[in-house]
Structures are given as structure tokens and as C-alpha cells.
């Protein structure tokens, strides 16, 4: 069973950088993508980006093209979202997902890690 924790939230000021990390686990073989979704308080979930397990693919959210950067580690079973001039309305809960399916949903979800941006 596939597992991914988040880690690397907190609190940063506007303009500021922040990187995440996705540590997964349990049967990464079986992943075929992976993918960061943000929910800010009282908003629907929003897809921030995603990309194949194997680096390629990757597509980014309207509001963070240019600014996020989604990436893995090819030595380790790690995805990170490095996060670049961080505005006010950045400040999430931000998920890690995985997906085993070909062209199916994102099944398995981290429990998230929060980030805040002060203005």
C-alpha cells in the first residue's frame, strides 16, 4: 500500500521560497504519478501540479506557472514542490497525491502540511 508524507510547510513572507517534500513509500513501483493540491480555508481543493513518476509530463496550476516548480529526486522515492514568490494567497493546506492507475484518479493523499504567507 502506497504511502506519501508531506513535510517542509511553515511560515514565510511575501516574496519568500519555501520547498516541500513528498516522501513515498509501500510500493512506489506502482506509482505512475504524483501531484500537489492546495485547500485554503472555506475554498474548494485546487490543483497546484502534477507530473509521471518518472519526471516527464509535468503541468502546473494557472496561478503558480512560474512561480512552482514540481520535481523528484531520482536517487529516492521524493517529490518536492520548491515554491517561489510566495504571495498571500499561496497560504494552504498543501497534499501530496499518488496515482497507481494509468489514467485514473489520484488514490492515495498525504495528510498534508500547512503553509502561511504574511504580508
Known amino acids: 500500500q502506497v504511502q506519501v508524507v508531506e513535510s517542509g510547510g511553515g511560515l514565510v513572507q511575501v516574496g519568500g521560497s519555501l520547498r516541500l517534500s513528498c516522501a513515498a513509500s509501500?510500493?512506489?513501483?506502482?506509482?505512475?504519478?504524483v501531484g500537489w493540491f492546495r485547500q485554503a480555508p472555506g475554498k474548494e481543493r485546487e490543483f497546484v501540479a502534477r507530473?509521471?513518476?518518472?519526471?516527464?509530463?509535468?503541468a502546473y496550476g494557472d496561478s503558480v506557472k512560474g512561480r512552482f516548480t514540481i520535481s523528484r529526486d531520482n536517487g529516492n522515492d521524493t517529490v518536492y514542490l520548491q515554491m517561489n514568490n510566495l504571495k498571500p494567497q499561496d497560504t494552504a493546506v498543501y497534499y501530496c497525491?499518488?496515482?497507481?492507475?494509468?489514467?485514473?484518479?489520484?488514490?492515495?493523499w498525504g495528510q498534508g502540511t500547512q503553509v502561511t504567507v504574511s504580508s
Open positions: 509501500g510500493g512506489t513501483f506502482t506509482i505512475y504519478g
Open positions: 507530473m509521471n513518476w518518472s519526471g516527464g509530463n509535468r
Open positions: 497525491a499518488a496515482r497507481t492507475q494509468i489514467a485514473g484518479n489520484f488514490n492515495y
